[in-house]
């Protein structure tokens, strides 16, 4: 880039041609590749990329907490024209909080557990220099009320575990803008909310830029919130940057493949529909009836129980999907685990292919297996890491009527290329291969004994969306090819709009609102699906290139 | 590797071949001394120096190492077996039979060991295997409370939910899945515990308790050579050395087992 050099005067913060790498076993390897860019005063830029990307890294960089085997090898950050990217920790100190703070990825981990609310936002100001008690507290009610803490005053005296993510997430911020900084770098802020709370959190740090001019770098991998949010965007992949540009030249007219790519994946209202709706089938039966159901969780010792689902119902058609939707809470897990039949249900009746789940125990519990199988959401964890691939498929096939050997590796090599899994894969563990291979072991295994329905709990929200995308199309044709039957609990709309028939919106236990998923997304009755629909990020409407042209304010 | 382990492994295969094969290494005996060469100190002819019978000190550890080596493995197998046993019983069961197995460990691990491996080697007898037993047993809670802690994390790992939900029989869930993943960390403490045990065999054969005279086992070596010690510090060094280096060696080793298994 030529104009970096006449930018860096007039910019905020610029990075020129930044390189660093990491040390690990006595190898040094770059992660970040000759990145440049540039942020001017009260600017939003996103720094978009998938997991792996470098993107975290370069944040970390900004403020001087690379990891201890992180390194920068070349390359200059300018902050108000002085570069910092030799500063020490010492120095790193007068502008840390004070010109440029971080809001961290997890709220859950980053607050101190053992310290109150107000002293923890309080700390900010007594370590630049606010000595007065009696001002600080006045100062740090100010700061709460400003992020929108409901009760404040409640709030400064209670500890981090009294408090939902969101509020911990509106506390963090609150930390970070208390000094009022130049750069507020955000790095997925809002990852490990749900999607309602999502909305209103970068709603927050929109109206702070705007009142306060700060410039903002966010830090996400989900294009559609960098698209509704940020002037700029930078697009990084394994490193490097392939493409930055304002966020409406960009969304227009991607120069780089890999954002075409990353643009056709993302999720969101407006993408098209993958799923063809099922063919109506002669058998009249539904594949899955729910009625009443009920589940409670009894606390330890008390009396007291919780209702996690509180009477709900649903028929799923033969070869459809039914997607159940909600927020962390809602209760969709605790029915999904239910219809498998590793919870019991308090009161209610499940019929899955005809068969009254509470009626079976023992060996027909056992055979029931095969009728219904679960992918989880975390590959990382679903797959034990001491077996091989092939020891993992060879399982469910052991545990049933024997099968000859011959036959079971016929099968095994099948069902791995239908997952489109290469032949080679089999002798590996799960630890060398990506999450999305991961993934697609994961549905090879519930899908070998051949079972007539699927739940997919959460099966694509850990994956990085060109991953998601590709694992959707293969839940898609494996549905028209053995004529499944799918159960698709999500908290992403945009994903359940893509390929489920029918829809459940659950919230505390309950379902609200059911239907066809087209009708329940377009004409809502509830308020709290539009809720849920408003806070889905990115493009609404179908063509999304062309409206996205619309610059952000 | 680093140095110290590498240090370490060599220090252990030492002790080992030196229990398989002692003929090798010394041309004395362990047990028979020589008449006039009694206290001698360490030479190039005697390089442990002899005991007060004359007994040459090299010969006598290179003699003894089988029997603090095999002392051990007998009584970390035990505990090892033993233990994981109980753990995984009490990790995998209905509550109440974890509850019951679980207070029975709290009382193990109440007794002090070394009074828990005296009490039972009153009851067993004295003598070498005798000893290890005893240790042994000392040991089944520590691996028991271990073994249950790990068990109950992997039971409730998403892949040995999977496993059942794939049609696994409860036990072969438990055999293919929730033991081998459990093992790791107690392994670990295996390698911890075979120093312990060598260090509480010795102490057994110190106070009296393990192999009877002249069997040249480590801890009895220090007690016969204390008597000495002002005029002779060899005989009481060298054993003592011994026994220093194989404990440090075994916890290394231990360590980067569980850097490994983390």
Known sequence: MNGTVAQAVQSLLSIDALTISYEQRGHRHSVVHEVSLSITAGQVVALVGESGSGKSTLAQSLIGLLPDNGRIDSGAIRFNGINIAAWNQRRFDTIRGSKISLVPQDPGVSLNPVRTIGAQVGEIFQLHGLRDRHERDERVLDLLARVGVSDPTLRFSQYPHELSGGLKQRVLIAIAIALR?????????????????????????????????????????????????????????????????????????????????LLADAPSLATTILHRPAPPTSDAQPAIIVEDLVREYRDGRSAACFRAVDGISFTVPKGTTHALVGESGSGKTTAVRTLVGFLKPTSGRILVDGLDVASLDGESFRQFRRTIQLVYQNPFASLDPRQTIAEILNEPLLNFEPIERRERKRRVRAILDRVGLPTTALERQPRSLSGGQRQRVAIARALIIEPKIVLLDEAVSALDVTVQAQILTLIEDLQRELGLTYVFVSHDLAVVRQI?????????????????????????????????????????????????????? | ????????????????????????????????????????????????????????????????????LSGAFVAVSLGLLAGTLLGLIAGSSRPWIDDLLMR???????????????????????????????????????????????????????????????????????????????????????????????????????????????????????????????????????????????????????????????
Do not use: C
């Open chain 1, 181 to 261: 900084p130049q750069l507020l770098i955000a790095d997925e802020p809002t990852t490990a909310l749900d999607v309602t709370v999502q909305k209103r959190i970068l709603d927050l740090i929109d109206d702070l830029r705007r009142e306060y001019g700060t410039a903002v770098l966010l830090v996400t991998h989900d294009l559609g919130v960098a698209a509704d949010r940020a002037d700029r965007l930078v697009i990084l992949k394994s490193g490097r940057v392939q493409e930055q540009g304002t966020t409406a030249d960009i969304l227009s007219n991607p120069r780089s493949g890999y954002t075409a790519t």
């Open chain 1, 500 to 553: 489920a028939d029918t829809v459940s919106v659950l919230r505390q236990g309950r379902i609200i609102e059911s239907g066809p998923t087209a009708t329940v997304f377009s004409h809502p009755a509830q308020d709290y699906t539009r809720e849920l629909l408003d806070a889905v990020p990115g493009p609404r409407h179908p063509h999304p290139l062309k409206l996205a042209r619309k610059v952000p304010s």
């Open chain 2, 1 to 68: 590797m680093p140095p110290g382990l590498v240090l370490s492994w060599v220090v252990i295969a030492i002790a080992v071949s030196w229990a398989m094969a002692p003929h090798w290494f010394t041309d004395y005996s362990g047990t028979i001394g020589l008449s006039g060469q009694q206290r001698l100190p360490p030479s190039a002819t005697h390089f442990f120096g002899t005991d007060e019978l004359g007994r040459d000190m090299l010969a006598r550890i290179i003699y003894g190492s089988v029997h603090s």
């Open chain 2, 104 to 262: 029975f460990v709290d009382i193990l691990l109440s007794i002090p060991p070394l009074l828990l491996a005296l009490s039972i080697i009153i009851v067993l007898g004295f003598g070498t295997i005798n000893a290890a037993i005893a240790v042994g047993v000392a040991s089944v809670a520590r691996f028991a409370r271990l073994a249950r802690a790990e068990v109950i994390r992997v039971r409730h790992s998403d892949y040995v939910e999977a496993a059942s939900g794939s049609g696994g029989r409860y036990l072969s869930v438990l055999w293919r899945h929730v033991l081998p993943n459990s093992l790791s960390s107690v392994i670990a403490l295996a390698a911890l515990q075979f120093g312990t045990a060598i260090l509480a065999i010795a102490t057994l054969g110190f106070l009296g308790y393990g192999a009877p005279p002249p069997t040249p086992e480590w801890g009895l070596l220090i007690a016969e050579g204390r008597r000495y010690i002002s005029t002779a510090w060899w005989i009481t060094f060298f054993p003592g050395l011994a026994i220093v280096l194989v404990v440090l060696a075994t916890n290394r080793i231990s360590q980067s087992l569980r850097g490994r298994s983390a």
